[in-house]
């Protein structure tokens, strides 16, 4: 070996602390970078976080998280830190079943093997449904999973039979997209279903947090973090970024390379001296709320953790989940709101009453008790950005040393915590570059 001094790291900066800047900090570490992790929040993990302890001691999210199998950068990335993935989360194959008894239920097996016998097998639809679903993603396969960027998934469906797109294309459209399907993105739906129905064994499998969101990866991530020497700045906002010479300045410290990896608003303000197109169109997103209306009913049981419900014009939400079956307190239950902004207009404890009366209107009759409780109402105002056809999302590359991540930029996937997490990983390997 060579002697001499070895040269200085490069000093690295990654202005927001959700699961894309936490991709980039962790990813950038390995790389050998010397890592600021700036967070105007006092806790990480941006829009899938979890909120502090309430009076009982439990700790709450800020809203229904789910991964599914496809999600091989999350886990990834969980492992690098230390989160046990087999622990954390509960897996089971994707299953859709309703409290009628209705729904789909994806086994284990090659893809399309295992979605021909899933359909073949579903509950509430007759032969020439099923027949009509199984001609259409055959069509879709046939196109490589690609169709006009014009259309919507309204449009894309119009053919299949009212029970299938009730039962599975609406639901399905508005988990992963949280955009009506009247609104949604025909093509980024199309790549969802390619990535995760119809790729690899175990794809589609749900993966349901049996532990706080803090436990999959913000904690153990900042602790892997400081192990390594990063320094990590909590409920400090950013005020200032400018490049000067040949390095970034945030708030007047020097840095080689920057990773904006907070909110598109905040992005945009932050980016916008140096680089004023970019900033417009991270500035032009329109958003998708979700609300979670948390019930506590005692000696309730449901067949599966998670259900989905038919949702209507008074009945809000579209999925339930079982937190006594994932690990948390018996009798509490979570029900999700997806592309909820006709609830947010007529107001939350509105949402939270319609709720109560879904649940006792969905299941069959005395399954919910009349002591049934609302007990939190959780609404993420901007959730998600609106997927909608056409949408002009900003590259990752926003000037020379300046990257941004997060689920909005440029890339496939609706906005997702693996969205969030390649693009993250993605920042990294172009500073590298």
């Known amino acids: 070996m060579s002697g001499g001094t070895p040269a200085p790291m490069h000093r690295l900066a990654v202005i927001g602390g959700g699961w894309a800047g936490l991709a980039a900090a962790v990813r950038g570490a390995e790389a050998g970078w010397q890592v600021s992790l700036f967070e105007m929040a006092p806790t990480l993990g941006g829009r899938a976080r979890s909120l502090e302890p309430d009076a009982d001691g439990d700790r709450l999210d800020n809203g229904q998280h789910i991964l599914i199998g496809a999600y091989r950068r999350t886990l990834a990335l969980m492992d690098t ?22 729904g789909l239920r994806m086994p284990a097996g090659p893809a399309w093997l295992v979605f021909g016998a899933a359909v073949a097998r579903a509950e509430g639809w007759n032969w020439r449904d099923k027949l009509a679903l199984v001609r259409a993603a055959g069509g879709w396969a046939l196109a490589g999973f690609r169709c006009d960027a014009r259309l919507t998934v309204d449009e894309l469906c119009r053919g299949l039979p009212a029970p299938v797109r009730q039962l599975l294309i609406d639901p399905l459209c508005v988990a992963a997209l949280n955009t009506p399907a009247t609104a ?39 602790a892997w973090l400081r192990a390594r020497g990063a320094r990590l700045h909590l409920s400090r906002r950013v005020s200032a970024l400018a490049a000067v010479d040949e390095h970034w300045r945030v708030d007047g410290e020097p840095f080689e390379g920057v990773v904006l990896a907070c909110s598109a608003t905040e992005a945009a303000r932050l980016a916008r001296p140096t680089a004023a197109a970019w900033a ?30 038919q949702d209507g014009p008074e009945a809000p939400a579209q999925f339930v989940f079982d937190h006594g079956a994932l690990g948390g307190r018996a009798g ?26 879904q649940a006792e209107s969905a299941f069959a009759p005395g399954t919910w008790p009349a002591s049934t409780a609302v007990t939190r109402t959780l609404a993420e105002k901007r959730a998600t950005f609106r997927c909608v056809p056409g949408l002009d999302r900003p590259p990752s590359t926003v000037a020379p040393g300046l990257q941004a991540a997060g689920d909005y930029v440029d890339g496939p996937y609706p906005a997702t915590l693996e969205g969030a997490v390649r693009s993250g990983e993605t920042a990294i390997g172009a500073l590298q570059a």
């Open 184 to 222: 949604a993105s025909a093509r980024v739906f199309l790549r969802v279903l390619r990535d995760s129905l119809f790729a690899g064994p175990g794809s589609s499998d749900l993966l349901l947090p049996r532990a706080p969101l803090a436990a999959l990866l913000p904690d153990p991530a900042a």
């Open 280 to 309: 417009d169109r991270a500035a032009a997103f329109g958003y998708e709320p979700i609300i979670t209306v948390l019930l506590q009913a005692e000696g309730v049981w449901l067949p599966a953790p998670m259900m989905a419900l």
């Open 81 to 102: 830190v230390g989160a046990d993935a087999s622990r954390l989360l509960h897996r089971q194959p994707l299953e859709l079943r309703y409290p009628s008894g209705a």
């Open 332 to 357: 509490r239950y979570a029900f999700v709101v997806s592309g909820a902004a006709p609830w947010v207009a007529r107001g939350l404890e509105a949402t939270a009453e319609a709720v109560r009366a």
